[in-house]
């Protein structure tokens, strides 16, 4: 069942891409032409992303367990370190030359583009490299995030 779940999770996810533009390079590179020709739809798209998103954790919280998992799975880090950085501002270089980050990318290489499929290929040999490398990188290693089991809170039903 998680299984399934997961597939139609990401199947709307990626009709969201499709349907809000993301996909679409040129459509991104408007959005991040802050002083130039300025496309600002994508902020709406990430405005309702954040609602959706704020909306969902909410009633996540709230639940007791989740639908299908023995128990919720919460982030127990919150800090921010220079692998973090580093990492965002990799991503950010690369979603401004190309146009598509990750999400996108996987749902556009459905069309078997070239670009496309270069830039998956190259997203995974980072992902790999980092994977087999990235420890090595950084002079003070940070510990390891693990998930936390948590209870939810209390809701005002709850009184």
Same mark, same amino acid.
């Given at each position: 069942m998680q299984v !399934?779940?997961?597939?139609?999770?990401?199947?709307?996810?990626?009709?969201g &891409? !499709?349907?809000?533009? #993301?996909? %679409?390079?040129?459509k991104v590179l408007g959005f991040l032409d802050l002083f130039g020709a300025w496309d600002a739809t994508l902020a709406f798209v990430m405005a309702g992303a954040v609602a959706v998103? @704020?909306?969902?954790?909410? /009633?996540?919280?709230?639940?007791?367990a989740p639908a299908f998992s023995a128990h919720f799975l919460w982030?127990?880090?919150?800090? /921010? %370190? +220079?692998? &973090?950085? @580093?990492?965002?501002?990799?991503?950010?270089i690369g979603w401004g030359l190309a146009g598509i980050c990750p999400g996108p990318a996987l749902v556009n290489l459905a069309g078997l583009s070239l670009p496309i499929v270069v830039?998956?290929? +190259? #997203? &995974?040999?980072? #992902?790999?490299?980092?994977?087999?490398?990235? %420890?090595? &990188?950084?002079?003070?290693?940070?510990? @390891?995030?693990?998930?936390?089991?948590t209870t939810p809170l209390p809701s005002r039903a709850d009184g």
């Open positions: !399934l779940a997961s597939f139609i999770c990401g199947l709307i996810f990626g009709a &891409l !499709l349907i809000s533009g #993301m996909t %679409d390079p040129q998103a @704020a909306s969902g954790f909410a /009633i996540a919280r709230r639940r007791a982030p127990d880090r919150n800090d /921010i %370190d +220079a692998p &973090l950085v @580093a990492g965002a501002v990799l991503f950010g830039f998956v290929v +190259a #997203m &995974l040999a980072g #992902m790999i490299g980092q994977n087999l490398f990235g %420890d090595n &990188l950084w002079r003070r290693r940070t510990p @390891a995030s693990h998930a936390i089991e």
